[in-house]
């Protein structure tokens, strides 16, 4: 049985950094950071694989988040810099069998989320 556990988001204003914590039990994943705002489809945010190489991310936080993960048993983080009002959303972690996917319906495992509030 795979667990996700999300941990750090809050409320914050623009231009604030927060840094998202996602513990992965069971065995090693690649693991995909997704998030969905108020009315919004979830969508995929960044990636990096089981090993943590080659992170991967959407053109929408590019340059401000940065994906990380020591090595394949330690928590995934996500930092985010720089943040927006259009940040304010669930993020949720989830992790695949298969490398380097932005496509929800390639994760099988996903954590309840962590809500991040961006005041401008």
């Known amino acids: 049985q795979v667990h996700l556990v999300e941990s750090g988001g809050g409320l914050v204003q623009a231009g604030d950094s927060l840094r998202l914590s996602c513990v992965v039990s069971?065995?090693?994943?690649?693991v995909g950071w997704f998030r969905q705002g108020p009315g919004k489809e979830r969508e995929f945010v960044a990636g990096?694989?089981?090993?943590?190489?080659?992170?991967f991310y959407a053109d929408s936080v590019k340059g401000r988040f940065t994906i990380s993960r020591d090595t394949a048993e330690a928590p995934v983080f996500l930092q985010m810099d720089t943040l927006v009002p259009e940040d304010t959303a669930i993020y949720s972690c989830?992790?695949?069998?298969?490398?380097?996917?932005?496509?929800?319906?390639?994760?099988?495992?996903w954590g309840q989320g962590t809500q991040v509030t961006v005041s401008s």
């Open positions: 989830a992790a695949s069998t298969i490398p380097w996917k932005n496509q929800r319906h390639l994760y099988h495992y």
């Open positions: 069971g065995r090693a994943y690649h």
């Open positions: 990096i694989t089981s090993t943590g190489s080659q992170p």
